[in-house]
């Protein structure tokens, strides 16, 4: 009996402490609660295996692993966080990457540890997603110099040696999609149902939009709305997003900019149910990851995130990391289901424009911070 109990107690600790190396699955999720590694039982591990699984040790110089923490807005928000895990998955894909894996964060106060839990297995790169993981990641690379840390819509205003913020113009993009969404048209009205205020890009969207869309028609009306609630809601709410597209809608608006996440894909399903409107998605190609708002959706303002976040791992491999600011190239969406009805003047005059961003001879206006 005695020899019994020692072998089950054994089994405990043997179990216990592969719990706590985490998932061995390359593309598993990480802990999505508190910050804890976990992974979700499969039908096949749901009897005891015969022998323990094979795992990565990222403190290994053997291997190279890339860890991505979302921030609220989960990381299949069709959009902004799962954007830039594709471009995690595409580094893997090519042979980058040996392991894999994401932590979605449920709570914001989780940033630091969620970053942490990565950090303390030795991965090579943190990815953080969002303006709002910004704080904890420079604290976390102060905390772990060793590790490369590429910040998703995180602005560097001092370069940090092992940290490289991935920014995109924003206003360029929403510039370009307002000037499709006035030429395209016919009340008048436009329409955007954003993000929260409190987050930059979100911002330089919104004023890209109006200016691009007054760039066509300085007489066009505009209804801008942002979402009243926190980070922790304000991309996370498609209730909201639709019944604010509808509100629009009911006051003339024909076509509808829907920028925030999923809160923002909630507002182009609506505007999709309205025979004859137009709606534009944003961050992505939004034809690929919003089928239900393809009879609206005539494009999408983009940023390009999967192939920046490509590039920022393979410069981490390679040792060619450079700290501070990388631009990310921004841009509009291919017109799908619709090229066929929009004239040749208004793709025309698109091409135009995004000549003229590229090279400065047209501007937005818009001003960070001002």
Do not use: R
């Not at 592969?18 to 009897?47: I, R």
């Not at 066509?216 to 991309?235: M, R, W």
Request: net charge negative; hydrophobic share 40%.
């Amino acid at each position: 009996m005695k020899k019994m109990y020692l072998v089950l107690a054994a089994v405990l600790v043997a179990s216990m402490v592969l719990t706590a190396c985490g998932p061995t699955a390359t593309k598993a999720p990480m802990a999505t609660e508190a910050p804890e590694m976990t992974e979700a039982p499969t039908e096949a591990m749901t009897e005891a295996p015969t022998e323990a699984p094979m795992e990565v040790d990222c403190s290994s110089p053997d291997y190279f692993c890339v860890g991505l923490v979302t921030d609220v807005g989960e990381i299949d928000d069709k959009s902004f966080n799962q954007s830039a895990w594709d471009g995690v998955l595409s580094a893997q894909d090519s042979g980058l990457a040996d392991e894999v894996q994401y932590i979605e964060t449920k709570d914001a106060k989780d940033y630091a540890a969620n970053i942490q839990l990565f950090a303390d297995q030795g991965y090579d790169v943190i990815v953080t997603v969002g303006f709002a993981l910004g704080e904890a990641t420079l604290e976390q690379a102060a905390a772990y110099p060793d590790i490369y840390f590429i910040g998703v819509d995180q602005f560097q205003v001092e370069p940090v040696d092992n940290v490289v913020g991935v920014v995109f113009n924003e206003d360029q993009a929403g510039f370009l999609a307002g000037a499709l969404a006035a030429q395209i048209s016919k009340t008048g009205t436009i329409a955007a149902v954003l993000g929260t205020d409190l987050v930059p890009p979100v911002v330089a969207y919104k004023e890209g939009y109006e200016a691009g869309a007054k760039y066509i028609n300085p007489d066009i009306k505009l209804i801008s709305t942002y979402h009243p609630g926190g980070l922790d809601v304000a991309f996370t709410d498609p209730e909201w997003g639709a019944t604010t597209a509808k509100q629009a809608i009911d006051q003339g608006a024909d076509v509808v900019f829907g920028a925030g996440g999923k809160t923002g894909n909630g507002a182009l399903i609506e505007t999709a149910g309205n025979e004859g409107l137009y709606c534009i998605g944003v961050d992505s190609d939004q034809w690929e990851s919003v089928p239900e708002a393809h009879s609206c959706l005539v494009s999408s303002a983009m940023k390009l995130i999967t192939p920046s976040v490509v590039k920022m791992i393979t410069s981490a491999k390679d040792g060619s990391f450079t700290p501070g600011n990388y631009f990310g190239p921004v841009g509009v969406a291919p017109y799908h289901d619709f090229d066929a009805s929009l004239s040749d003047d208004i793709k025309a005059k698109i091409k135009e424009i995004e000549a003229g961003l590229q090279d400065g001879s047209i501007t937005t206006g818009y001003n960070p911070g001002g």
